[in-house]
C-alpha cells in the first residue's frame, strides 16, 4: 500500500514539472525550425562552396583538393570567431541542426566549452576541456573509420 501511494505521488510530481515546464520554454514549430534549419544549414554550405570556387578559379597553381582544405579551414576559422565573439550562439538559437551540422558547428562545440573554462587555466580549463562535446564524436568517428579501412583491406 505505501509503495502504490509514494508511486503516485512521484505521478503528481512529474505532471506539476510537466506543467511548469510547458510554461517556461518557448513554443516551436517544427515544420518552422526544419526551415530555418535547412535555410541556415544551406547558407552555411553555399557561403562554403562560393569560397571553394573562388579559391579555385583566381589562385593559380591551386588544385581542387587544396582549396577544398582551405575552405575547410576557414570554414572552421569562422564558426569559431562567431563562437568567440558570441553570434554562433544566436545563430544555434534560431536554426537548430542547421548550424550542428556543417563543420561550423563541429568548431563551435569545440571552442565553446573552452571559452567557458578559460578561467581554469590554460591545460586544466581551455586544452582539457575543449574536447568535452567533441571528444566523443572524434573517438567514434575514427573508431568507424578504422572498422570500415580494415573491411575494405580485408575485401
Known amino acids: 500500500m505505501e509503495v502504490k501511494a509514494e508511486k503516485k505521488n512521484v505521478k503528481i510530481k ?4 510537466d506543467n511548469y515546464l510547458k510554461k517556461v520554454l518557448p513554443r516551436s514549430e517544427p515544420i518552422v525550425s526544419l526551415i530555418f534549419a535547412f535555410l541556415v ?11 571553394l ?6 589562385v593559380p597553381d591551386l588544385t581542387y ?3 577544398g582544405d582551405i575552405t575547410v579551414s576557414f570554414l572552421i576559422f569562422l564558426g569559431s570567431f562567431l563562437t568567440a ?13 542547421g548550424s550542428i551540422v556543417p563543420i561550423t558547428g563541429f568548431a563551435n562545440s569545440m571552442v565553446s566549452p573552452a571559452i567557458e573554462f578559460k578561467t581554469e587555466g590554460w591545460v ?6 575543449m ?6 564524436i572524434l573517438v567514434s568517428g575514427i573508431v ?6 580494415v573491411i575494405y583491406f580485408i575485401i
Open 14 to 17: 512529474n505532471a506539476g514539472y
Open 41 to 51: 544549414g544551406g547558407l552555411i554550405c553555399l557561403i562554403g562552396q562560393v569560397i
Open 53 to 58: 570556387d573562388l579559391l579555385y578559379r583566381f
Open 65 to 67: 583538393k587544396n582549396a
Open 85 to 97: 565573439i558570441g553570434v554562433y550562439d544566436d545563430i544555434g538559437k534560431f536554426a537548430g541542426a
Open 124 to 129: 586544466y580549463g581551455v586544452q582539457s576541456k
Open 131 to 136: 574536447f568535452v562535446i567533441a571528444g566523443p
Open 144 to 149: 568507424a573509420a578504422c572498422i570500415v579501412g
